[in-house]
């Protein structure tokens, strides 16, 4: 009587404890932690630097265990094409907000999606209609403008004995680029002027990218977070920024596309005649919401992250003068004295792009690339991962693996004169915009500013170090990595010559 009961007890016995061991698996290697913390107390202030360090005890796959959520960090080539290439599928999701991030908006997670029917409806609107080729070239004569302006400023402060905040300037380039190509204007002299609006969106991105309690202890977490008036913030800058997205699309729809500078459609046209347009044929039924959310990704992704390269490549060739000479002997002999460097003559730089694949690789704007999480268990060599473990690519330190480059610390743009390492997410030892499906897709708009900006800036000034003053290289970390104190430079005006014909290109 008693051993059917018994049999059942022990079969299901045997289940969990099988369970258990399939679960407990092989794991990577793992730091050792402290209850509850786990490993939280080791990532300090930046995160790339720290789990770099880690990497060279316990390998290039380790485990962290960071409050109660694991994290697998790759710090090595090899291992992030097995995550970003042969893993793709299952690694490319973003992991859900969560805690007080997850607002009553239904635009702030837009871009945190899982990968899926709806994630890729709305990268194919991306991909296809907003940041193609065909339109970031249609967006030439807004760079060419703003850059125009920057140069204007930059001369008219110009003097022998007087810096300028080259930060200010170019960060004030790249938000007015962006804005300028997704709401059809920029913000400046008005009310909401550029930098206000600049402001709220670099406080929605940092509280949405940076850590808050319930990201690593999902009850007590949201406690603090409500104690620290973590909460209080987050749904006081969206109530800002949906009133601001609301008016913008309101002015849109009663100004119609012909109203705008150049006649031109922006992002936010785009998107409304998608929303009008659309047909129930299997495509996602685009929202309002989706419009706001669409414009939040591309101002956070988009105006941070080219000004810092912008940023950090000015000052590596400030700190290495015969580099910026090269590279302003090529775009001054290319141009001659046609007064400016434009879109077209850009493809012949071919020094100014390995001065970017170098800023790019040992300053990457996206450290750690933006978090990821498994979807299902997959295997990397005899490890194993489990779903619902977030991923950090460090593309920082794989930067700086001394096994595939030499003198990694060393700023020496001819390591790519052979031009085998592009940045398209196909040689994994140099990712900046990531791999994979979820690489970034404005890659190729940011490198239209990246290349216009940089190129202007040294054709039209010879560039100094104010004297006494030694270039601080410290970083700063929020969603992405920049430069922490402002580039100061003394702008040296360059006489564009009769003499300055074209002389090669
Ligand atoms: C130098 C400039 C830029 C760099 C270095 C950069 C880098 C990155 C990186 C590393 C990612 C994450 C990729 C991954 O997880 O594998 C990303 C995602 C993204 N980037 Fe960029 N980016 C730049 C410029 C831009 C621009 C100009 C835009 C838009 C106008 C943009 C829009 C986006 C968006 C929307 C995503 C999220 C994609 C997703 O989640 O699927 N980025 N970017």
Redesign the pocket.
């Known amino acids: 009587m008693l051993l059917i009961p018994f049999l059942l007890l022990l079969s299901s016995l045997l289940l969990i404890i099988n369970k258990l061991a399939i679960k407990k698996g092989k794991l990577p290697p793992s730091p050792s932690k402290l209850p509850l913390l786990g490993n939280l107390h080791q990532l300090g202030a930046f995160p790339h630097r720290s789990t770099w360090e880690l990497s060279k005890k316990y390998g290039p796959i380790m485990l962290l265990r960071l409050g109660s959520m694991p994290a697998i960090i790759v710090s090595s080539a090899e291992t992030a094409k097995e995550i ?1 290439k042969t893993h793709d599928l299952e690694c ?1 999701s ?1 992991p859900p907000l969560t805690g007080p991030k997850r607002l009553s908006y239904n635009f702030q997670d837009v ?2 999606v899982p990968y899926g029917h709806y ?1 890729r409806e709305m ?1 194919k609107i ?1 991909v296809t209609e ?2 193609s080729m065909k339109r970031v070239q249609s967006f030439q004569s807004v760079r060419k403008e703003e850059v125009d302006l920057l140069i204007k400023s930059i001369s008219e402060s110009a003097t022998p004995a007087n810096p300028v905040d080259l930060s200010k300037g170019i960060l004030s380039l ?1 938000a007015s680029i ?1 804005f300028r ?2 709401l059809g204007k920029n913000f400046q002299g008005s009310e909401l002027d550029n930098d206000k609006l600049q402001k709220l969106v670099s406080e929605a991105a940092t509280m949405l990218g940076s850590f808050c309690a319930s990201d690593f202890f999902p009850y007590v977490g949201n406690m603090i977070d409500w104690f620290t008036g973590f909460h209080r913030r987050l749904e006081n800058t969206f109530h800002e920024l949906d009133a601001v997205f609301q008016q913008i699309i309101d002015d849109h729809f009663k100004s119609g596309t012909t109203m705008h500078e150049h006649n031109q459609e922006d992002i936010v046209d785009v998107l409304l005649r998608m929303v009008k347009d659309q047909t129930e044929n299997g495509a996602i039924h685009l929202t309002k919401d989706h419009i706001k959310g ?1 414009l939040l ?2 101002f ?4 941070d ?2 000004a ?2 912008i940023i950090w490549a000015m000052t590596e060739l400030a700190r290495k003068p015969t580099a910026m000479k090269k590279a302003q002997d090529e775009i001054r002999s290319c141009v001659g004295n046609k007064g400016k460097v434009a879109d077209n003559d850009v493809s012949q730089l071919k020094y100014l792009k390995m001065i970017i694949k170098e800023t ?1 690789r040992l300053h ?3 450290p750690l ?4 999480e498994t979807a299902s268990h997959l295997k990397i060599g005899d490890y194993d991962i489990y779903p619902k473990t977030r991923i950090a ?1 460090n ?1 920082w330190a794989i930067g700086r693996d001394p096994d595939i480059w030499n003198n990694p610390e060393e700023f020496i743009p001819e390591r790519f004169e052979d031009g085998v390492i592009d940045l398209k ?1 196909q040689h994994f030892e140099l ?13 190729n ?3 239209a ?2 290349e216009l900006a940089l190129a202007n800036l040294l054709y039209f000034f010879d560039w100094k170090v104010p004297s006494g003053v030694e270039i601080d290289m410290e970083e700063r970390v929020t969603i ?1 990595l920049g430069k922490k104190t402002a580039l100061m430079l003394v702008p040296i005006k360059y006489n564009i010559g009769e003499d300055d014909e074209i002389m090669h290109c």
């Open positions: 970003l490319c973003r871009g945190f994630y990268r991306c907003l940041f790249t962006i190509i997704a669409i990704d591309i956070v992704a988009g105006i992250t080219s810092i390269a790019l990457p704007p996206g690339l933006l978090p990821r690519v593309v997410g990712l900046p915009f990531g791999a994979g499906r979820r690489i970034c897709p404005g890659m708009m940011g490198m500013v990246l992405s």
